[in-house]
């Protein structure tokens, strides 16, 4: 299974890279992570990275990422927004903002949780 991450409040280009940084910093994701970026926009002279691919598997990597996303959405310094959306036949997704979710790991969780069981 793999869950897609994007920033999709405040300049997201500019808050992606260290979201990866911060998740590279648990050795439980380290391997796993990937930028991925769509076509160039007109005007633009190369793909613009928005997407943060992170492969998820057995071992709790699902709920290493839950927490640490929760962690770094608590740190941050403005509002946040983070969409999360996971692949296969029961492909989840949910926004979650830093200022508005009490107990954003639970929700993210939940989401990736729900995947992995089907």
Known sequence: MQARIRVTAGDSRDRLRPLL?????ESELRGRLELTGGAPAPGEMGAVVDVLTVALGGGGA??????????WLRQQRSDTTIEITTDGDGARSVKVT?????????????????????
């Not at 940084?21 to 910093?25: M, Y």
């Open 98 to 118: 830093a200022q508005r979710v009490a107990d954003a790991e639970a929700v993210i969780k939940s989401v990736l949780d729900a995947e992995r069981e089907r």
């Open 62 to 71: 699902a709920a290493v990422l839950a927490r640490s996303l929760s962690t």
């Open 21 to 25: 940084t911060w998740l590279r910093a």
